[in-house]
Each structure stands twice: as C-alpha cells, then as structure tokens.
T-cell receptor
Framework: DGGITQSPKYLFRKEGQNVTLSCEQNLNHDAMYWYRQDPGQGLRLIYYSQIVNDFQKGDIAEGYSVSREKKESFPLTVTSAQKNPTAFYLC???????????FGQGTRLTVV | AQSVTQPDIHITVSEGASLELRCNYSYGATPYLFWYVQSPGQGLQLLLKYFSGDTLVQGIKGFEAEFKRSQSSFNLRKPSVHWSDAAEYFCAVPISSGSARQLTFGSGTQLTVLP
C-alpha cells in the first residue's frame, strides 16, 4: 500500500544528544514536510522540500536540520541546539504544494 | 497577511446532535481549502477538500463543508455526531511564502462528544 512511514513511533533521548527521525514515502510525491505539534498550538512547519536536493526553512527551523538525497526520504535531525525538543513530530508529502498533504503516523520525541 | 483561523478551541456536543466547526481564512484569491481530523497520538487524515466549483463539498465519515467567499469561511458540518467523531479537527490552506506554497494549519478545534 502507498503511504508515508515514520519511525520510530516513540523516541527517548538524553538532553544534548542529536537524534534523527525517519520519514519515507512511496507515493511518488515531490514535496515533503516536517511539522511539530505541541498541545494547543496546532501544527508548525519546521522544514519543507519541493524537490530532491532542495529544502527550505519553515517557521521554526532553528535547532533542526534536514536532507533530501532521495525523493522517497526526508529525515529530520533534532540537534542539541533545539531548546525544547520534546514534541510530536509529523511528516507529510504532497504531489503538488497546492494540493492536500498526506501524513505519517508521527513520532513522539521525549528528551530527558 | 495570509492566514487561517479556527475561533473555537474546544467544542462539546451530545451524541446525535448536529455539529459545526468554524474556519476563517485571509487570502487574496480563492484558496484551496482542506479539513483534517486527528485522533490522539495519530497522524492527520483528510476529511474533505475544496478546489473550485460547487461550494458545498462532501467528505468522508458523513462530514460536509461549505465555502462562503463573502464570509471568508469554510465551516465543517455534520448532521448527527457519533461518539467516534471525538478528535481534533484542523482547517488548512496552502499559503504563499516566497516562491513556494506551504500548507498552513489553523490551531485546531478539539471535539468532545457526550453520551
């Protein structure tokens, strides 16, 4: 079945460590996105990529990094520079930036 | 500035009652509009979308939404709510940012359904 796979579903890390969240899609979509979700704040865009080897910062990119070496993959690294990394992270893709996005099931990151 | 607003943070309805969730947008042209639903700890699922044409659109799970240009609104409705509809609902609009468009979400409306 086509879709978006995020892994792992739950992730625990110690403060000061970098951590990478995986996002893979087999929908043949050009555009991919990373959102952060905190209670009562909706979804905030971290990074997005409209094509392989190109990506742009979203509204809250500080402390995060991404790569887009393959069309299918858009991993997100949460660095030690991110002041408050504990959150629910959602990856999405779309065939056209004007169209609907399809979402993965999310990764809940807890930093202790 | 282009934006999307959901005025209601939390709504409570009784099972079987009708539902309307509000969404307002600020956008120069006729926008594409989406409603998503999210169950706890899950990703977002698309309920329905409006691109053009008929302003009343039907979605999954018995939901519908009406685009009203004069009111800059795209409210989500359901005639009779089921307990399984309890979830968080997000309205979204692709908004231009530089040379690209980003799917921008409202802050969400949490729906509680009473038995």
């Amino acid at each position: 079945d086509g879709g978006i796979t995020q892994s792992p579903k739950y992730l625990f890390r110690k403060e000061g460590q970098n951590v990478t969240l995986s996002c893979e899609q087999n929908l043949n979509h050009d555009a991919m996105y990373w959102y952060r979700q905190d209670p009562g704040q909706g979804l905030r865009l971290i990074y997005y990529s409209q094509i392989v080897n190109d990506f742009q910062k979203g509204d809250i990119a500080e402390g995060y990094s991404v790569s887009r070496e393959k069309k299918e993959s858009f991993p997100l690294t949460v660095t030690s520079a991110q002041k408050n990394p504990t959150a629910f992270y959602l990856c999405a893709s779309s065939g056209d930036s004007r169209r609907e996005a399809f979402f993965g099931q999310g990764t809940r990151l807890t930093v202790v | 500035a282009q934006s999307v607003t959901q005025p209601d943070i939390h709504i409570t309805v009784s099972e079987g009652a009708s539902l309307e969730l509000r969404c307002n947008y600020s956008y120069g042209a006729t926008p594409y509009l989406f409603w998503y639903v999210q169950s706890p700890g899950q990703g977002l699922q698309l309920l329905l979308k409006y691109f053009s044409g008929d302003t009343l659109v039907q979605g999954i799970k018995g939901f519908e939404a009406e685009f009203k240009r004069s009111q800059s609104s795209f409210n989500l409705r359901k005639p009779s709510v089921h307990w399984s509809d309890a979830a968080e609902y997000f309205c979204a609009v692709p908004i231009s940012s530089g040379s690209a468009r980003q799917l921008t979400f409202g802050s969400g409306t949490q729906l509680t359904v009473l038995p």
